[in-house]
């Protein structure tokens, strides 16, 4: 089966740096998305990860590793405007084609 | 930037009526999704389409709903008869030709339906 873990909500301080963890167990594993979403948007793409390492990119890297099914995103110099819940998604082709599935997402909060 | 263009935004539709749901995506992408997300729960996908057919289907795509191409354009999501239950946020999402790589699903800003 598929199953794609995340806390649930999180909070943290303006200027600080959060991680956030994503556990998944999928079948036709090619690639983990991190997407942005505040409430009543579209998701938006934060950072992708295909192999085992760190991506990084501003003020927000991402990390993998595809033996232990286990992905984090890593917000530094925390903003407000941070606030929004983070998807995680592992790209499924178990269908031949590619879909992605998404986890429920990790609310963060930003707090002053 | 070019973007997935939805509309309408927000749509009201009593239950049991046909809804279309629209979708521009980026101009030079050639796969194309749909994927609800139910107040409060997680984003899910529904179906995607390349080369004017259908690549794959979850089990929610059911009878009811059905997606077209009309023309090089547009990509639509009917519901023939819809339910309370379908209720939800409908996000539209592109992505480029190119699946190796870092090639993200670009999503539209979503057609809020709401069933009475």
């Known amino acids: 089966g598929q199953n794609i873990d995340q806390p649930t909500e999180m909070t943290a301080t303006e200027g600080a740096i959060v991680q956030i963890n994503c556990t998944y167990q999928t079948s036709g594993f090619n690639g983990l998305f991190w997407y942005q979403q505040h409430a009543g948007e579209a998701p938006t793409f934060l950072s992708y990860?295909?192999?085992?390492g760190l991506e990084e990119k501003g003020r927000f890297s991402s990390f993998l590793s595809r033996s232990k099914g286990y992905s984090y995103l890593l917000l530094k110099e925390l903003q407000m405007k941070d606030s929004a819940s983070y998807l995680c998604a592992v790209r499924d082709i178990s269908g031949g084609y590619n879909k992605l599935i998404f986890g429920a997402g990790t609310r963060l909060a930003v707090h002053p | 930037e070019p973007e997935v263009t939805q509309t309408p935004s927000h749509q009201v539709t009593q239950m049991g009526q046909e809804v279309i749901l629209r979708c521009v995506p980026i101009s030079n992408h050639l796969y194309f999704y749909w994927y609800r997300q139910i107040l409060g729960q997680k984003v899910e996908f529904l179906v995607s389409?390349?080369?004017?057919?259908?690549?794959?289907k979850s089990e929610i795509f059911d009878d009811q709903f059905s997606v077209e191409r009309p023309d090089g354009s547009n990509f639509t999501l009917k519901i023939r008869s819809t339910k309370l239950e379908d209720s939800a946020m409908y996000f539209c999402?592109?992505?480029?030709?190119?699946?190796?790589?870092?090639?993200?699903?670009?999503f539209g800003d979503g057609t809020r339906l709401s069933i009475l």
């Open positions: 389409f390349y080369n004017n057919e259908i690549s794959e």
């Open positions: 999402a592109s992505s480029d030709y190119r699946q190796v790589g870092n090639q993200p699903q670009h």
């Open positions: 990860n295909v192999l085992d």
